[in-house]
């Protein structure tokens, strides 16, 4: 009953100050999408993520009650996460078979890099897994639109299981604010041909044949770099900020691991806390790049 009641009260606040409310908001939405866009495979569509958003954002506003003490961001925040994620939900169609397949390829991947020293080609990791080239090009293309929800951090569940309504403290976000850093660090300090990949599919959001044009190669060897780079980003963050998550064999000594090392150092002469949180607001949103 207390439920229906609450429903049925009207909003406190006016037409021109719920509008003022999705004005001053507007970056929050840009943030958030953007946030879990780093979390997601590159096909999933930023504009439908913004329109669900701002949908959500307009609705929030409507419902807001400034006299419960609540901050409308916070409010908002949790309203257009929950949406993120329903829009999200909507894409999820992978059958079992598929994350099978996705779970076969990934392992077969990671052994074939662990005994070759390198990210395998297209044909070695064809051949390792007993398909033919173009089969697994399907079998990529499968995956990829599949692991929609599947990614780490993301589990089935309510939104409100997903979207915790605690609101970060001023330790987390300064903590949030230094992994932004370390990753524009990591970034910087990448070989030049993968930082040239990473900044063209991901910041600059061009398609990988134009990408191989432009440097000359194939597209498949396009992908090749762009995945042995997330492997050096993710090593390299982790190295600094979770150590012991970094691949055992990493500390067994050896070629490979003398050129992640010297990776790892480059990452620490990028600069100090303070220039890594130059990247951000004081708020935790990134600033354009």
Not at 16 to 32: Q, S, T, W, Y
Not at 208 to 234: F, H, K, P, Y
Not at 247 to 254: P, V
Request: a neutral charge; glycine letters at 6%.
């Amino acid at each position: 009953m207390t439920s229906t009641a609450t429903q049925a009260r009207p909003s406190s606040t006016t037409a021109r100050e719920r509008e003022d409310l999705v004005r001053a908001h507007l970056p929050l939405v840009g943030h958030l999408v953007r946030e879990m866009l780093s979390r997601l495979p590159s096909h999933v569509s930023r504009e439908d993520l913004v329109s669900a958003g701002m949908a959500a954002l307009a609705h929030a506003a409507k419902g807001f009650d400034p006299s419960r003490g609540i901050p409308f961001g916070s409010f908002a925040t949790t309203r257009i996460r929950g949406a993120l994620l329903d829009e999200l939900r909507g894409l999820d169609w992978a059958s079992r078979s598929v994350r099978t397949r996705a779970r076969k390829v990934e392992t077969t991947q990671q052994e074939l890099t662990t005994a070759l020293g390198r990210t395998p080609t297209q044909t070695e990791l064809a051949e390792a897994l007993g398909v033919a080239p173009d089969e697994l090009k399907t079998i990529d293309d499968d995956v990829q639109r599949a692991v929609v929800l599947s990614l780490q951090g993301f589990a089935a569940g309510t939104a409100e299981d997903l979207v915790p309504e605690r609101t970060p403290g001023p330790e987390d976000l300064i903590l949030h604010r230094e992994r932004i850093g370390y990753l524009h660090h990591a970034i910087g300090a990448l070989p030049e041909r993968l930082r040239q990949v990473i900044t063209a599919y991901f910041f600059d959001e061009r398609p990988m044949n134009d990408i191989a044009r432009e440097l000359g190669v194939t597209e498949s060897r396009i992908s090749q770099l762009r995945s042995e780079a997330l492997v050096l980003l993710r090593d390299g963050l982790n190295n600094h900020l979770d150590p012991h998550l970094v691949a055992a064999q990493e500390r067994a000594g050896g070629c490979i691991a003398r050129r992640r090392e010297a990776y790892y150092n480059q990452i620490a002469d990028q600069g100090n806390l303070s220039t890594r949180l130059a990247h951000t607001t004081p708020l935790g949103i990134p600033y354009s790049v």
